[in-house]
């Protein structure tokens, strides 16, 4: 998945660039432990890039959260001029652990940074913008455990009154999983079921990307069929795409 951010800022005209792939998978060891990306300038200015790379975990809400994760990889080189018209190549190494059990999972960010050198003069503009690149890198372990359930659902009425579902998502594989065309089957104390397969139905777990080993809950409208008991305790399963 990539993230652009535009930043405005008020000082010289800045280029637009484009920056892929948008996704790399890295092996702790040997020759996939090192990986290639693509700068390409196709403004008629020089631009400046700065590299980094921040480490992603998840909160319980599914929400990211990053940190700085500079010593697990070498990045070379770290900040480039890209002249006018061209392509640069960068080359980024992992050197962390090199045994790893569970994926890691970071951000490759490739950062514009404000550079006036061989920018037209000519050129005026109230307005600019910075462009900033999150790539998805991850490390990956040498067997990949999939396995990816429901842990808990319950019932409660939210601050409006209404009947809702908090159900809890669990990736207990050791690599992230994009839930693509989710479905669920919660079923009550009595063993009626109800299957939810819509995405507005949903809650945000259709297409959500769980990292490995974490647990995100995420709110549901009540299920049509099912007992609403406030408090009570459902269980059930899920189905996604690969």
Known sequence: MLTVVFLVVSIAVV???QFSPLEQVFEPTGANSQKTYT??????????????????NQDASGEEIRSASSAEFVISPAKVIVAPSSTYVVRVKYIGPSTVTVEKAYRLVAKQMAYSL????????????????????????????????????KARLDEEGKQVMDVTVRNRGNVHQILLDAKLALKDSSGKTAVVSESEALGGIDSLNILARKSVTKTIPWPEGLAFVDGGTYTGSIEYSE
């Open 118 to 153: 061989g920018k037209s003069q000519t050129t005026q503009s109230m307005f600019n913008f910075l462009y900033i690149y999150y790539s998805s890198l991850y490390v990956v372990p040498s067997e990949k455990v999939v396995r990816v359930e429901i842990s808990s659902a």
């Open 39 to 56: 700068v390409v300038n196709d403004s008629e200015d020089q631009i400046a890039i700065e590299f980094s790379v921040l480490q992603r």
């Open 15 to 17: 280029s637009a660039f």
